[in-house]
T-cell receptor, first 115, second 110 residues
Framework: GAVVSQHPSWVICKSGTSVKIECRSL??????MFWYRQFPKQSLMLMAT?????????EQGVEKDKFLINHASLTLSTLTVTSAHPEDSSFYIC???????????FGPGTRLTVT | QKEVEQNSGPLSVPEGAIASLNCTYS??????FFWYRQYSGKSPELIMSIYSNGDKEDGRFTAQLNKASQYVSLLIRDSQPSDSATYLCAVSSSASKIIFGSGTRLSIRP
C-alpha cells in the first residue's frame, strides 16, 4: 500500500528557534501534499496545500512567513516552523495525494513541543 | 453550513453488532469520497474510497454512496473493540483539496 513517512516523529525545541519537518511519499508520486495541524481532541485543520514546483497555498489565518513550505520533488515536501512559540506546539500531519488515483495518504505525524 | 457534516458522537455499539456511520456533503460536484479511521494520538488511515453510487464492500467494511441525496455512509459489520476510533468522512471534487468532516467517535463496548 501507499506509504508516507514523516521525520522527525517528535521534536522539542526552544522558543524562537526553527524546526523543519519532512514528508515523503515512499512508493508513489504526489504532485500535491497537504499540511495539517491537530490540537488535542480537535479535528484536523488544513494549513496549506503544497504543489510540486510551485508556491504553496495557505488557508486563511495561516501565516505563510511563519510556516514555510517547500515541495521540491514529487516525493518530498517540507514544513519549516520559524521562530516557534509555545502556542505552535501541536501534532503536525502531512498527507500526499497520489497523482493518478487522487487518494490521499497520511504520514504518521510529528509532535512538536515548544518550550 | 459545513461542507462535510458528521455526527460527532460518541456512537456506542455492542461488540459483534453493525456500526453505521453517516456523512452528508454540500458540494454537488464532489466526485471522490473517503473514509478514514483515526486512533487517538495517531494520524488518519484510509480505509475506504468510493467514487460511484451504490455499495462498495471491503472485508467487514461497506461504504455506501448516494449522490442524489449527497450522502455517504460506512457500515462496520461484526464490530470489534479495535474498531473504537474516530472515523473521518472526506470529500473531494476532481483536483481540488479533500474536505474532511469533524469526525464521529465510535466506541465498541465488549
Amino acid at each position: 500500500g501507499a506509504v508516507v513517512s514523516q521525520h522527525p516523529s517528535w521534536v522539542i525545541c526552544k522558543s524562537g528557534t526553527s524546526v523543519k519537518i519532512e514528508c515523503r511519499s515512499l512508493d508513489f508520486q504526489a504532485t500535491t501534499m497537504f499540511w495539517y495541524r491537530q490540537f488535542p481532541k480537535q479535528s484536523l485543520m488544513l494549513m496549506a496545500t503544497s504543489n510540486e514546483g510551485s508556491k504553496a497555498t495557505y488557508e486563511q489565518g495561516v501565516e505563510k512567513d511563519k510556516f514555510l513550505i517547500n515541495h521540491a520533488s514529487l516525493t518530498l515536501s517540507t514544513l519549516t516552523v520559524t521562530s516557534a512559540h509555545p502556542e505552535d506546539s501541536s501534532f503536525y500531519i502531512c498527507s500526499a495525494r497520489d497523482r493518478w488515483s487522487y487518494e490521499q495518504y497520511f504520514g504518521p505525524g510529528t509532535r512538536l513541543t515548544v518550550t | 453550513q459545513k461542507e462535510v457534516e458528521q455526527n460527532s458522537g460518541p456512537l456506542s455499539v455492542p461488540e459483534g453488532a453493525i456500526a453505521s456511520l453517516n456523512c452528508t456533503y454540500s458540494d454537488r460536484g464532489s466526485q471522490s469520497f473517503f473514509w478514514y479511521r483515526q486512533y487517538s494520538g495517531k494520524s488518519p488511515e484510509l480505509i475506504m474510497s468510493i467514487y460511484s453510487n451504490g455499495d462498495k464492500e471491503d472485508g467487514r467494511f461497506t461504504a455506501q454512496l448516494n449522490k442524489a441525496s449527497q450522502y455517504v455512509s460506512l457500515l462496520i459489520r461484526d464490530s470489534q473493540p479495535s474498531d473504537s476510533a474516530t472515523y473521518l468522512c472526506a470529500v473531494s471534487s476532481s483536483a481540488s483539496k479533500i474536505i474532511f468532516g469533524s469526525g464521529t467517535r465510535l466506541s465498541i463496548r465488549p
